[in-house]
């Protein structure tokens, strides 16, 4: 027990001496061997001087003590870049609503999911985690147009891929006749919709309104988008409707010429929206079940 | 003195015109003629774009708050002194109490100086010797201060949540998001613990108290008069709750530490050019003894 505790005293005495030695043999190389310690030539302030200035090895990150350096690192740099960035003058003009209408905004930034992200910046990341990075995103994203470059190179890394994708959606225009093609759907039928600048005259499957739809509540839920929007008289639609029954098809024909309509006119789309005559119905038949009478009528037995 | 020549002197002196005993002196000695001429007197008095610029110019700029420049008019803007309630004080805190007012203890701020320039000078003397500095402050709103302070000093923040284990279970805290050795993947990665921790709410971080006890690690922290002094090895009695308060307690702990840093660099600029001087001269000779 005496013999271990002396070696390991020992040990840890000699470790410590080359520890000692390694340190200042690192240091420019002296003629003499001042690295060993000896006692003829030990002096207190020399040897304290040593000690002090001795090379210490530090962290290199800022955050080392977080226990995730390079996440919080981030959330620094990105904080630190807005900082940098924002101006309290320049934002309370950016917000007037003449700026706003000057200059739209159509650049909707979509970040990278979290699997994405983390795959990206090489860090393991909780939807919290994440969350906070999309936040101190959305901020840079929220500085006044034209971002600086640097801002712009910044978010550009954290974009998702299929944004590039989204934004070249193309906007329905009217053909060279000046007609609007739309379709419209409900249950089984779905209407072909051409709409064009005209008297108000309504054609389905080559037939009259009057003569293809026989009960007035029909006929009155093709015109409806018309009514809604005091469009009557302004425009013709022609329509193909094929599928489903007398009802189905006839809000089918609804939904059809509501869309046709906002190619002619986008500024009408609250007043159709608030008319019903946007919204795809998604109501259909249920399927029967098994062990069931029908789709939710059961045996009572 | 004519009132021309009073107004070209007022005019080249840049010294605001009104305080100018010279000019009061003359206008006082000046008998009032008539009122066209007092008119005119008057008409002097109006300072000059330039010397209104020149006033500008001479003001006194802000000096930066430093342990050297600490003063108890200071301590007591940030609100420094108020402590909390007396029903929640704890009795360790009675020596640093001035008293008490509207139901809160008061925090003798002579004491606060005292201690701070205490943890101050312990900061720039740790910095000097290379040490890495830990500045900890959990709460969000000091954590922003937290970490320019770490910057400013070269140091180290936590700023977030204390992990527990940090430093007890450093292996695997801290040594998991480090980068392996290239040259051997199997060795466990070097962990570092810092060798002076400075804590801006204390009460809220008893587990980094503990672990920096377990560590022999020295603490700094601002005790407020709800905290136990003697739980840290250098306390600095003084309001926790403000944040301009905590905002200068950290400014002048980072600039302390940032003074021992540079003091360190100067010091190994030295060593560097006196030893490359003694090689230089032992080479010198090498060079004749070869010829």
Partial sequence: ???????????????????????????????????LRLASTYSAAANHEEDMLAYREKPDSLSYFTGNYKYNDLLIDLSSLYKAHFKPQQQVMSNSLLAEIEAPTNQTYTWKLRDKMSEYLGIPLTTSQWRKIVMQLN??????????????????????????????????????????????????SSARC?????????????????????????????????ESTDTLGKYNAWIIVEGGGQTGQAQAIKLGLGKALLVHDAELKPTLRKAGCITRDPRVVERKKEGQKGARAKYTW | MSLAALKTACRRTPTPILASTQLWRSLATQPVRNVANREQQLESLIPTSNDLQAVKRNRPTAQAVTS??????????????????????????????????????????????????????????????GGTVLFVGTRPEISELTI??????????????????????????????????????????????PDIMILFNPLENDIAIAEAQLNNIPTIAITDSDCDPRRVTYPIP?????????????KVLATSAREGVIKRKQLLDRKEKSSKASRDYRNQFDGRSSN
């Avoid at chain 2, 977030?160 to 060795?187: E, F, I, M, S």
């Fill in chain 2, 68 to 129: 050297h420049n600490l003063t108890i008019s200071k301590l007591l803007a940030a609100g420094l002194h108020l402590g909390h309630s007396t029903s929640l004080w704890n009795p360790a805190t009675l020596p640093f109490i001035f008293g008490t007012r509207a139901g809160i203890s008061i925090i003798n701020l002579e004491h606060t100086l005292v201690y701070l320039r205490r943890a101050c000078n312990v900061v720039r003397e740790v910095a000097q010797r």
């Fill in chain 2, 238 to 250: 003084a309001n926790d709750d403000s944040i301009r308060g905590v905002e200068l307690v950290a």
């Fill in chain 1, 1 to 35: 027990m005496a013999t271990s505790l002396a070696r390991s005293t020992l040990a840890t005495f000699s470790r410590a001496v080359a520890a000692r030695t390694s340190v200042t043999t690192s240091m420019a190389a002296p003629v003499l061997c001042r690295s």
């Fill in chain 1, 139 to 188: 901020q840079l994203a929220s500085l006044p147009k034209p971002l600086p470059p640097q801002v712009e190179a910044e978010l550009a890394k954290y974009t998702r891929y299929d944004t590039t994708q989204q934004q070249q959606v193309k906007r329905k225009e009217l053909d060279e006749m000046g007609r609007a093609f739309a379709v419209g759907r409900r249950k089984e």
């Fill in chain 1, 194 to 226: 051409y709409v064009v600048e005209g008297e108000g005259k309504i054609m389905v499957n080559g037939q009259e309104l009057g003569t293809y739809f026989n009960r007035l509540v029909d006929r009155e839920e093709v015109t409806w988008p018309f």
């Fill in chain 2, 148 to 193: 320019d302070a770490a910057r400013v000093s070269e140091g180290y923040h936590v700023s977030g949540k204390w992990t527990p284990g940090t430093l007890t279970n450093a292996h695997q805290v801290l040594g998991r998001h480090a980068t392996p050795d290239p040259q051997d993947p199997g060795k466990p990665p070097k962990t570092y613990k």
